[in-house]
């Protein structure tokens, strides 16, 4: 997000939002909490000292060997991570390549949000294109076989077309952005496990957030839902591109050291981390540009997410942003307060400052601590 990027005082607090996405661990560390590898590296010296003390002479060529290991592993290191740089760089160059290829959206899935979207929407224009997609119509039947939806607890739903009359219209506004989103989500973060349930949580938090703060201002809830919902689109497709470039080119390299017979550079290569850092530099760099420019491939008509997403990405005022992005941008603000306030990762002036500058007033504060914005409330006739 532009404004809390542009932000001298917001960004650390944003860095440090997207770091506790990737792992806690991570957040930590980059705020200070933990260092680990100092108290290491001070045990290190202190016994390197004790030997030097002893045999000053008979440990000279290990250091000298130590120092060049290091050195080694340094230069494979930096060559490494640039080359996954330089990959990952033209995956996200080629937008159509990462829309179609990378999350594999369907064009089914954004037709359907259309339908949503006007006051003529029926499930019987919705069906056909429900059908299309195996993955929707898995998660609809599940949906309503749940033992608190369904109708009689004798009879299990096995047809889409019979879920979809289940769920209903007003339902599906909430289930079809939340499915879509979850369709998208990496299969796997490792070795960042715990990565997909947090953007996954979040997203939701938003979604519901940006829907109760909607409702209290009398906008379309419906608009506000799946545009906080999409507005993580961008650190979904950041976190699998990046993923999937950096296996990919890990793999192939420690194939090749081993077929080559290369024990020095295998050992290293073994020895490096999935680079958080570099994760974490794609995010901030990408995360809400890639949103904006997936959800504009979707090319929304009557669904008026596309403006509300660009600004997001792009605005550096919140007062010229609309008023669909205003309410995003409070969602996110708040979420984000929320998720680093859990952990204790954020100082009281630091909360006020992030508060602020998404714009949110007391009531809007409120409103949100009052509100259930981790559920999903579905209300089955």
Same mark, same amino acid.
């Given at each position: 997000?532009?404004?809390?990027?542009?932000?001298? !005082?917001?960004?650390?607090?944003?860095?440090?939002?997207?770091?506790?996405?990737?792992?806690?661990?991570?957040?930590?560390?980059?705020?200070?909490?933990?260092? *680990?590898?100092?108290?290491?590296?001070?045990?290190?010296?202190?016994?390197?000292?004790?030997?030097?003390?002893?045999?000053?002479?008979?440990?000279?060529?290990?250091?000298?060997?130590?120092?060049?290991?290091?050195?080694?592993?340094?230069?494979?290191?930096?060559?490494?991570?640039?080359?996954?740089?330089?990959?990952?760089?033209?995956?996200?160059?080629? =937008?159509?390549?990462?829309?179609?290829?990378?999350? =594999?959206?369907?064009?089914?899935?954004?037709?359907?949000? &259309?339908?949503?979207?006007?006051?003529?929407?029926?499930?019987?224009?919705?069906?056909? @294109?429900? =059908? $299309?997609?195996?993955?929707?119509?898995?998660?609809?039947?599940?949906?309503? +076989?749940?033992?608190?939806?369904?109708?009689?607890?004798?009879?299990?739903?096995?047809?889409?077309?019979?879920?979809?009359?289940?769920?209903? @219209?007003? +339902?599906?506004?909430?289930?079809?952005?939340?499915?879509?989103?979850?369709?998208?989500?990496?299969? $796997?973060?490792?070795?960042?496990?715990?990565?997909?349930?947090?953007?996954?949580?979040?997203?939701?938090?938003?979604?519901?957030? $940006?829907?109760?703060?909607?409702?209290?201002?009398? @906008?379309?809830?419906?608009?506000?839902?799946?545009?906080? *919902?999409?507005?993580?689109?961008?650190?979904?497709?950041?976190?699998?591109?990046?993923?999937?470039?950096?296996?990919?080119?890990? +793999? =192939?390299?420690?194939?090749?050291?081993?077929?080559?017979?290369?024990?020095?550079?295998?050992?290293?290569?073994?020895?490096?981390?999935?680079?958080?850092?570099?994760?974490? &530099?794609?995010?901030?760099?990408?995360?809400?540009?890639?949103?904006?420019? *997936?959800?504009?491939? *979707?090319?929304?008509?009557?669904?008026?997410?596309? &403006?509300?997403?660009?600004?997001?990405?792009?605005?550096?005022?919140?007062?010229?942003?609309?008023?669909?992005?205003?309410?995003?941008?409070?969602?996110?603000?708040?979420?984000?307060?929320?998720?680093?306030?859990?952990?204790?990762?954020?100082?009281?002036?630091?909360?006020?400052?992030?508060?602020?500058?998404?714009? !949110?007033?007391?009531?809007?504060? $409120? @409103?949100?601590?009052?509100?259930?914005?981790?559920?999903?409330?579905?209300?089955?006739?």
């Amino acid at each position: 997000m532009h404004i809390f990027e542009n932000n001298k !005082l917001v960004l650390p607090i944003y860095n440090r939002v997207l770091s506790l996405a990737i792992s806690k661990d991570f957040a930590n560390q980059k705020n200070g909490k933990i260092n *680990m590898t100092k108290h290491q590296d001070s045990e290190q010296f202190n016994r390197r000292r004790e030997l030097l003390a002893i045999e000053e002479e008979a440990n000279k060529n290990k250091i000298i060997q130590a120092h060049g290991e290091e050195h080694f592993k340094t230069q494979v290191k930096n060559k490494f991570y640039k080359r996954v740089n330089n990959q990952v760089n033209k995956v996200f160059d080629n =937008k159509e390549n990462l829309y179609t290829n990378v999350l =594999k959206i369907e064009d089914a899935a954004p037709s359907i949000m &259309e339908i949503l979207a006007v006051k003529a929407a029926s499930i019987n224009r919705i069906t056909p @294109l429900a =059908k $299309s997609l195996p993955w929707l119509c898995n998660e609809l039947i599940n949906l309503v +076989n749940k033992p608190q939806y369904r109708k009689r607890s004798d009879i299990q739903v096995t047809e889409p077309s019979l879920a979809l009359s289940y769920v209903g @219209l007003d +339902n599906l506004k909430l289930v079809m952005p939340t499915f879509m989103l979850k369709h998208w989500l990496p299969t $796997s973060t490792s070795p960042y496990p715990l990565m997909k349930r947090k953007l996954w949580n979040d997203s939701l938090s938003i979604a519901l957030a $940006s829907q109760r703060l909607a409702k209290e201002e009398g @906008l379309d809830e419906f608009t506000a839902f799946t545009a906080g *919902m999409l507005s993580n689109l961008g650190l979904l497709a950041v976190t699998r591109g990046f993923l999937d470039a950096y296996s990919d080119l890990y +793999n =192939k390299d420690l194939r090749a050291a081993y077929d080559n017979k290369d024990k020095k550079l295998h050992d290293v290569l073994v020895t490096l981390d999935t680079a958080p850092d570099l994760l974490l &530099e794609q995010l901030l760099e990408r995360s809400s540009k890639v949103a904006a420019d *997936m959800v504009e491939l *979707m090319r929304f008509d009557r669904l008026q997410i596309t &403006e509300p997403l660009f600004d997001l990405a792009y605005a550096t005022d919140i007062k010229h942003m609309c008023p669909i992005a205003k309410l995003v941008t409070k969602a996110k603000a708040y979420v984000a307060f929320r998720s680093l306030a859990k952990e204790d990762l954020i100082s009281t002036e630091e909360a006020k400052t992030l508060l602020m500058a998404g714009r !949110l007033t007391k009531t809007d504060i $409120s @409103l949100l601590k009052k509100s259930d914005i981790d559920h999903i409330k579905l209300i089955f006739n």
